[in-house]
């Protein structure tokens, strides 16, 4: 046999199946039933209650896999693989045991980088083995494996220093800035088609990798942090996409199967964060959130109004005589980690009798599903939490709302103002209940610069300064006040 | 050769399929474990690194090998942390019972 022959990673072609040592067909089934696994670990997720059963179905699945995969004949050397496995447990122990809830959005894009690297790695290595044995096919698919696992991995380290607050969160702009994102996308496509046309061509291979390195850079760069959600998800897809590449160049279906789960998981995520935002996926990728409109603009509408600024005492005796609270969690929330103080002062409005809830808003946080995670590590109970649709006639009948460090999903303008960049976004009728009080750290508008009329209505009390500080006080008001 | 990847295609379609109904059914409750989930299960990309990490060429092996560390860091990391992320999401009794010291003074309004 051909030593340079591609290593054919799972299930070779139908008719070979007919002459495959046995080892090898138990080998195959391996894969598959790790594939099925994979399934019924995502199904396990349609409810809190079978989502950990389901998970160590996908881990056993995992492990099947990779013991299926050491047995390989292909594999023949054992001390760097045993190096890596020992090494990268450990890292991944140590970024995940400790980390505080309120850092995942951070944890999750570094892990994307690793993912997207990996794969990378792996298509730089493939090419450079097997230069001239490589098929048309092949090695288009492992340029495609390259140039999308190396934009993951910058376009996720990107991710992660903006929520990190290391690179501006602010979306950084500048003239032609699309024009030159669509032409490096493009000219990594034409690389690909050439390198197919001619596989010896190391520079053009290389050349496709550093597209790929300097589009994540650059597509990321002008997209804010309130985007964050979307940008998340879709390198999500991209990490999926990247292995189902990696599955198409090594013949493995196993790749393919997970790939594909990884990269449709992050193309719904990121398709309903854009709905929940009213803006199409070509707009959050190339509008740059609040730029467009005039920054001057905001600051000049907000002077001439004016707003109730109230202290902790005034905000706890509407709380007192309130017989229904809504909680709306934002961002702010997991800045000041007062998802804690949200529970108690939650437990001891309950302990009065008043009925609590939690108002979720898909894009509320820097990811999908940010705050129940943080309500969740809080212990609150999952269902209070309450999507959009489910609690927006709620509002009205409610005595008092309470905002913690949300702005963009409560502002009115969504639903009147045509004017409005936010305009179309589905956001809670909060002006609708009998009193409304924001937490917020100041009267700053935000680097979205979109004015909130709700924070100037008659029913609205500013109560300013950090959340979780105002929440306390608020508890020990209400102590007081009996 | 050209039967393969007609092959694979379909495998990449259906599962997609697969993956688009499944996941559509995860309530937004979910989606934080769902996203380090995927990423535990993309992890499946150690299949591949193992197979570089353990071939006979030098640059192979030096790339496998990051590539493994990469890929193990996913996997082990991304299922530890989605289980402890399951398992903060529990339906609690009406009054929560930490703290319960605050609340002494009953329901008095």
Request: glycine share 10%.
């Amino acid at each position: 046999m051909n030593p340079h022959a591609p290593i054919q990673a799972v299930v070779p072609s139908p008719e070979a199946v007919a002459t495959m040592s046995p080892t090898a067909i138990v080998l195959s089934l391996a894969y598959i039933v790790a594939a099925v696994l994979f399934i019924l670990c995502l199904r396990g997720l349609s409810s809190p209650d079978g989502a950990r059963r389901g998970l160590v179905l996908g881990e056993i699945g995992m492990l099947l896999a990779v013991v299926a995969t050491l047995l390989h004949k292909d594999v023949v050397r054992y001390e760097w693989i045993l190096a890596g496995l020992v090494l990268g447990s450990g890292i991944g122990v140590a970024i995940s045991a400790w980390i505080p809830m309120t850092k995942m959005p951070e944890r999750i894009a570094f892990s994307h980088a690793f993912g997207g690297l990996a794969t990378a790695l792996v298509g730089v290595a493939e090419y450079l083995r097997e230069v001239d044995g490589l098929t048309y096919f092949k090695v288009g698919a492992l340029g495609f494996e390259t140039f999308l696992g190396f934009l993951t991995f910058t376009g996720s380290i990107m991710a992660y220093g903006k929520l990190q607050g290391v690179i501006t969160g602010a979306p950084v702009t500048w003239k032609g800035q699309n024009f030159l994102n669509i032409g490096l996308f493009f000219g990594a496509l034409m690389a690909i088609g050439l390198l197919v046309y001619d596989r010896s061509q190391q520079q053009v291979f290389f050349g496709i990798a550093s597209t790929g390195l300097a589009l994540g850079v650059m597509a990321v760069l002008p997209i804010g942090g309130a985007d964050m959600p979307v940008v998340i998800s879709l390198l999500n897809s991209y990490a999926g996409l990247a292995a189902c590449a990696t599955g198409f160049a090594l013949n493995s279906q196993i790749l393919i199967i997970s790939g594909a789960l990884d990269g449709s998981s992050g193309l719904l995520l990121s398709l309903l964060m854009s709905k929940a935002m009213n803006r199409s996926f070509a707009n959050v990728l190339f509008g740059a959130f609040g730029t467009v409109s005039d920054p001057g603009q905001p600051a000049a509408g907000q002077a001439g109004k004016s707003y109730n600024e109230a202290t902790v005492e005034d905000a706890a005796a509407v709380l007192m005589a309130s017989q229904s609270v809504i909680f709306i969690p934002g961002y702010g929330m997991a800045v000041s980690q007062a998802q804690h103080a949200v529970r108690d002062l939650a437990a001891s409005l309950e302990r009065r009798g008043v009925d609590v809830k939690y108002a979720i808003h898909p894009v509320a946080g820097r990811m999908p599903g940010h705050m129940n995670v943080l309500l969740a590590e809080a212990n609150v109970s999952y269902d209070k939490l309450f999507d959009l649709d489910n609690i927006n006639d709620d509002f009205a009948r409610t005595d008092a709302v309470i905002v913690v460090g949300a702005n963009d999903v409560v502002n009115p303008a969504a639903k009147k103002d045509t004017s409005s960049p936010i305009y179309g976004m589905p956001v809670f009728n909060v002006e609708q209940s009998r009193s409304v009080i924001v937490l917020k750290r100041s009267m700053n508008p935000g680097f979205s610069g979109v004015e909130n009329e709700l924070f100037f209505q008659p029913n609205t009390m500013m109560v300013l300064g950090d959340a979780k500080k105002t929440l306390l006080s608020m508890i020990s008001a209400l102590k007081d006040g009996h | 050769m050209g039967n393969e990847w007609v092959f694979n295609l379909y495998v990449f379609v259906l599962a997609t399929f697969v993956g688009y109904q499944v996941i559509s059914r995860v309530p937004p409750l979910l989606h934080t474990p769902l996203m380090s989930g995927t990423n535990a299960i993309s992890g499946i990309s150690l299949v591949a690194s193992l197979l570089a990490a353990g071939s006979h060429h030098l640059i192979s092996q030096i790339l496998g090998f990051v590539a493994v560390t990469c890929a193990t860091i996913n996997v082990v990391g991304g299922f530890l942390i989605t289980d402890r992320m399951l398992r903060m999401f529990r339906r609690k009794p009406d009054v929560p019972a930490a703290k319960l010291e605050t609340g002494k003074r009953g329901t008095a309004s």
